[in-house]
Nanobody, 121 residues
Framework: QVQLVESGGGLVRAGGSLRLSCAAS???????MGWYRQAPGNQRELVAV???????DYADFVKGRFTISGDNAKNTVYLQMNSLEPEDTAVYYC????????????????WGQGTQVTVSS
């Protein structure tokens, strides 16, 4: 059974930075990985993607502020978040992902516990 353990969240003021980590039980060197977030009352949304070979993609609302990276030896994916805004407040999750049409879809229905990010104004 896949395991995904997110960590690194916290409370930060607007303009601050956080670095999230996602430790996965499966190999990230052969699978695309994504960071998602879900704010109260909102649907879970995809924030950033990293493909094997390290190509990346970002949602427009985080471009230029967030950076996704991976450590294949540790099967860990990171999300460096800079210039945080109150609108970034959410629980952040990671998952293995795959292309489904024009979108990315999560490979597993299982989700970890997520890590809470709270940005104060």
């Amino acid at each position: 059974q896949v395991q995904l353990v997110e960590s690194g969240g916290g409370l930060v003021r607007a303009g601050g930075s956080l670095r999230l980590s996602c430790a996965a039980s499966g190999s990230i060197s052969t699978n695309a990985m994504g960071w998602y977030r879900q704010a109260p009352g909102n649907q879970r949304e995809l924030v950033a993607v990293i493909n094997p070979g390290t190509s990346t993609d970002y949602a427009d609302f985080v471009k230029g502020r967030f950076t996704i990276s991976g450590d294949n030896a540790k099967n860990t994916v990171y999300l460096q978040m800079n210039s945080l805004e109150p609108e970034d407040t959410a629980v952040y999750y990671c998952n293995f992902i795959f292309r489904c049409g024009r979108r990315w879809c999560n490979l597993y229905e299982y989700w970890g516990q997520g890590t809470q990010v709270t940005v104060s104004s």
